[in-house]
């Protein structure tokens, strides 16, 4: 023991004055022993735990602390002190019973330990040094064998100070830290153990023990016996992690957003782990990825590393989507969470969705409704293959998202970050409505390419003539486009192919130089008779893909993915080009780079029209092929971003063979996504309605078709409530539909700066009744645009909008009606919030497949003078 310090401690005993006189030394028993716990009782100051002298073995001691096991006291060093000391053991007054042991750490690093100490035996002296600990702990165990008589003494206990250093203060026993929104907070908790703990969302005791099993972000290997978020096989082949808490870091990006990170690290491998969380306060938004990094002497594998792994309590109702090509997002199902493990999951590699989407919402304490119940969405962003698992131990609920861990272990290399896929979580106490709202509020600040811009009204050519056109056909469709006031015309595939042309499905996908014959002078002169006639022109590619008939295939058929001993397995008559290899890299880059740079293109839709069945790269060695899933999907979001940077003017539409791409994972990169190939009204009003509690309608692009052959007026309304567009051949239309298109164009233009920003409110789900309705509110409160959409017969019962102001005055205009009926009754009224929220509006249709679209303004301050 430092001879100085010694004096000072025997020079206080010996004046009977506190050691804090002396800066540099002080009593344990000084701190405040509140903080302290203890098995049995409470700690005290310079006597055994039972009241008595502090006594062990014999021998007396006037200073110390008198605790019983289990304890712990925590104290706040800041790095200022020198050293602690004490004489441990089990205090007399146990009579020879009671086993115990005393554990000091300082940062997480346990500095000392005394090993089982037994009643009765001799005190053990402690002294370590506590250069630059900021934070000391001392805990008591109950030595393994219960904590009967476990009377533990930290004697003559002292810390030494650094001259003229803040004195130590004692912290409470468990280091915590929150995430909190507007209305949502999570706590974390540091355990005994050093790792990090999370009470579980939907109950609120701060005081119930953590459990083993309320680990936040578990490994797999050491001691976790539920489905974990990392499991990682170190460089030596341990397939364990222990991961403990080291700190945090919390930063305010600005007075909305802030940055926590917590660090973890293995103390058995140079193997650290970021828990990052993203905050959005008003909107009640976290984002939450984990980033994963190692110095061990070669890989480390990563075989799952969730990007999320938030507890709940039970009682828990999942509502998810299952779909199929043509069927995305028209089937919500809801069930209670019970106990095993449900999997929501997709394997399609280069796209999350065509069966099931990787977004979700969790209810707690029972099923929520539009405006009531406890919410928590959840959406992965990532375009791979994805695996959301909702793990009920009976106590809880443990929702884990992220890559699917499917074939896809990852090889981590030394100093390379492994960054996981973001995952959206939402929170509403107000029920799925407040929920959407809010994160249809982050998605256009965050979520997408300009969320703050309104969108042109577009005419594809799709369904008008498939792969059968050439450039005049296409310019003939352009004049009755600009009559009808459409904004942006969109060429779909069959452009391009010399060689091989692309008039079919089966041949062209890698050759993308214009066909000559179609367009003799390539693209140029189509995009210029767009732009002549005030139409913006855009373009369809799929980057990512080739036909074995292709000239590009035949050059370099290795550049494909596939099996070896495989026959290659196509589906559309199309293989995935491996986009791992450096050249397949450039060479997409180059072909986006050619088409976009046209003069004239501003809009482009990015498509993919096949899953990865045979996940096999001849670029990658034998020992890296389950790279490939992961290093795929990171390779085509660096082609996105740097589409995206190096075209900041043109516009992408998301589409993978419909609805494949939707996920927040590629949307950044693109203003909109198509939702599905099927444009039937009657199946889009349930699919609009599903992908609306997750995305912006600003995003969802809806085209009129002849689908399913419903009245155009229909068709129309359906489409003007999200981004409006056609794809028909106008020149071929009957002059009455004609009328109803170019009305819902122009009426679309009206509002949809409405629908755009607006507030959304479900208001009548169509998968429950005869109809379905929905209304879009300006953030102002000035204006109101009402849908309703009738499905099957029924009464024309009045339909109650959402989230208008009460005191406003509202006049009610029915937006382009169907020729031929009679219009709404309150026509031209004008009616309070209030009035119209209570007593509703009676809308024009009553029978199945008519729309009613009504807009309700109250001019610039909704006043009846302005009127
Ligand atoms: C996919 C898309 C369609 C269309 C065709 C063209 O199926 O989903 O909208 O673009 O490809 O081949």
Same mark, same amino acid.
Request: hydrophobic share 40%.
């Given at each position: ?5 010694f004096?000072r401690?025997?020079?206080?005993v ?8 002396f ?20 700690a005290?100051?310079d ?10 073995h ?11 096991a ?9 790095g ?12 007399d007054?146990?009579?020879?019973q ?11 690093k346990t ?25 000391l702990?001392?805990?008591v ?11 533990a ?6 810390i ?6 803040p ?6 026993p468990?280091?915590?830290f ?7 907070a ?6 005994d ?24 972000y ?44 917590a ?23 976290i984002?939450?990825w ?17 990007s ?9 109702? @999942?509502?998810?989507?299952? #779909?199929?090509? /043509?069927?995305?997002m028209? &089937? !919500? ?6 106990? =095993?493990?449900?999997? @929501?999951?997709?394997?399609? #590699?280069?796209? /999350?969705?065509?069966?099931? &989407? !990787? ?6 304490? =029972? ?5 009531n ?13 994805f ?16 890559i699917?861990p499917?074939?896809?272990?990852y ?25 959407s ?10 979520g ?5 811009q309104?969108r042109?009204?577009?005419l594809?050519?799709?369904e008008?003539t ?14 009755p486009?600009k009559?009808m006031?459409v ?11 010399n ?7 089966n ?12 367009f ?6 189509l ?23 292709s ?7 290795d550049?494909v993915i ?43 839709k ?14 990658l060695?034998?020992?890296r ?19 995206a940077r ?6 992408l ?12 994972g ?26 609306s ?14 689908w399913?052959?419903?009245?155009m ?10 981004r ?5 051949d106008?020149?071929?239309l ?10 819902a164009?122009?009426a679309?233009?009206?509002i949809?700066?409405?629908?755009a ?10 998968h ?15 204006r109101?645009?009402l849908?309703v ?10 339909v ?16 382009n ?23 509703g ?27």
């Amino acid at each position: 023991m430092n001879s100085l310090f010694f004096k000072r401690m025997a020079l206080i005993v010996l004046l009977g004055t506190a050691p804090s006189i002396f800066a540099e030394s002080v009593w344990l028993s000084s701190l405040n022993l509140k903080e302290m716990t203890t098995g049995w009782s409470v700690a005290k100051a310079d006597h055994e735990i039972a009241g008595g002298p502090l006594t062990i073995h014999g021998k007396r001691f006037a200073h110390g602390v008198g605790t019983h096991a289990t304890s712990k006291f925590r104290v706040a060093l800041d790095g200022n002190a020198r050293r602690f000391t004490a004489e441990v053991g089990v205090d007399d007054s146990a009579g020879n019973q009671g086993s115990v042991e005393f554990i000091v750490s300082g940062d997480g690093k346990t500095l000392w330990d005394s090993g089982v100490l037994k009643g009765g035996e001799a005190a053990k002296s402690v002294s370590v040094y506590l250069a630059g600990v900021k934070t000391l702990v001392l805990r008591v165990t109950d030595g393994g064998d219960g904590e009967g008589n476990d009377h533990a003494d930290w004697a003559d206990a002292g810390i030494e100070m650094k001259d003229g250093a803040p004195p130590p203060v004692a912290l409470p026993p468990y280091e915590t830290f929150r995430l909190s929104t507007k209305s949502f907070a999570v706590t974390f908790q540091v355990g005994d153990d050093g790792r990090l703990y999370q009470r579980p969302i939907g109950t609120d005791d701060p005081g119930a023990k953590l459990l083993r099993d309320d680990e936040f972000y578990p490994q797999a290997g050491d001691g976790y016996i539920w489905e974990p978020a990392l499991q990682a096989v170190h460089n030596d082949g341990n397939s364990s992690t222990a991961l403990v808490y080291d700190g945090m870091t919390q930063t305010n990006e600005s007075a909305d957003i802030a940055l926590t990170r917590a660090h973890l690290h293995d103390p058995a491998y140079p193997f650290e782990v970021t828990l990052c969380f993203r905050t959005h306060h008003d909107e009640d938004v976290i984002e939450e990825w984990t980033e994963i990094r190692h110095q061990e002497p070669g890989p480390v594998m990563l075989e799952r590393m969730a990007s999320t792994s938030f507890l709940l309590t039970t009682n828990v109702y @999942l509502t998810h989507f299952f #779909g199929d090509w /043509a069927k995305e997002m028209i &089937n !919500p199902i809801t069930e209670q969470i019970t106990p =095993g493990t449900k999997v @929501l999951d997709s394997k399609l #590699g280069v796209r /999350a969705d065509q069966f099931q &989407n !990787p977004s979700f919402i969790l209810s707690l304490n =029972g099923r929520a409704t539009e405006t009531n119940g406890e919410v928590l969405a959840g959406s992965l962003a990532w375009s791979g293959s994805f695996q959301c698992e909702f793990d009920d131990n009976g106590q809880g609920i443990r929702a884990l998202c992220g890559i699917n861990p499917f074939a896809s272990a990852y090889h981590l290399k030394p100093n390379e970050t492994f960054v996981t896929p973001v995952m959206i979580w939402t929170w509403s106490d107000q029920g799925l409505g407040d929920m959407s709202r809010k994160l249809h509020d982050w998605a256009r600040d965050f979520g997408m390419r300009d969320g703050h811009q309104t969108r042109a009204v577009l005419l594809n050519n799709w369904e008008a003539t498939g792969f059968d056109f050439d450039f005049n056909r296409i310019v003939s469709l352009f004049d009755p486009a600009k009559e009808m006031g459409v904004e942006l015309f969109l060429l779909d595939d069959g452009w391009f192919g010399n060689k091989y042309p692309r008039i079919s499905d089966n041949a062209g996908l890698g050759d993308w130089q214009p066909n000559r014959q179609r367009f003799p002078k390539g693209l140029a002169p189509l995009a210029a008779e767009a732009v002549k006639r005030g139409l913006r022109f855009g373009i369809w590619m799929e980057p990512e893909m080739v036909n074995p008939n292709s000239v590009l295939f035949h050059e370099h058929p290795d550049w494909v993915i596939c099996q070896p001993r495989r026959e290659l397995e196509l589906q559309r008559h199309q293989l995935v080009l491996d986009l791992t290899r450096p050249a397949a890299q450039r060479f997409e880059w180059n072909t986006i780079k050619s088409i976009l740079a046209v003069p004239g293109i501003t809009y482009a839709k990015w498509d993919c029209n096949r899953y990865l069945t045979q996940p096999g790269s001849p670029y990658l060695p034998p020992d890296r092929q389950s790279d490939l899933w992961i290093d795929y999907g990171q390779a085509l979001y660096a082609l996105m971003d740097k589409t995206a940077r190096t075209f900041p003017d043109t516009e992408l539409m998301l589409c993978s063979g419909g609805g494949g791409r939707v996920d927040y994972g590629a949307l950044k990169y693109f203003q909109e996504f198509w939702p599905s190939d099927n444009t039937d009204p009657t199946v889009r009003v349930l699919m609009q309605w599903d992908y609306s509690y997750f995305f912006p309608s600003m995003a969802m692009a809806s085209h009129v078709t002849h689908w399913g052959n419903r009245p155009m007026h229909f068709a129309c309304s359906v489409a003007m409530s999200a981004r409006f567009g056609m794809d028909l051949d106008l020149t071929k239309l009957p002059a009455q539909d004609k009328a109803i298109c170019a009305g819902a164009t122009s009426a679309y233009k009206q509002i949809r700066d409405v629908t755009a920003f607006g507030n959304l409110y479900r208001l009548e789900d169509p998968h429950e009744g005869y109809r379905g309705a929905l209304d879009f509110v300006s953030q102002d409160h000035s204006r109101a645009v009402l849908f309703v959409f009738q499905l099957n017969d029924g009464q024309n019962m009045a339909v109650h909008p959402r989230g208008l102001d009460p005191a406003r005055h509202y006049t009610i205009h029915e937006l382009n009606p169907a020729p031929g009926r009679a219009p709404v009754p309150q026509e031209g009224q004008t009616l309070t919030g209030a009035e119209l929220m209570h007593d509703g509006v009676v809308p024009s249709c009553a029978h199945a497949v008519e729309a009613c679209v009504l807009e309700l303004d109250s001019g610039s301050n909704g006043s009846l003078e302005n009127k």
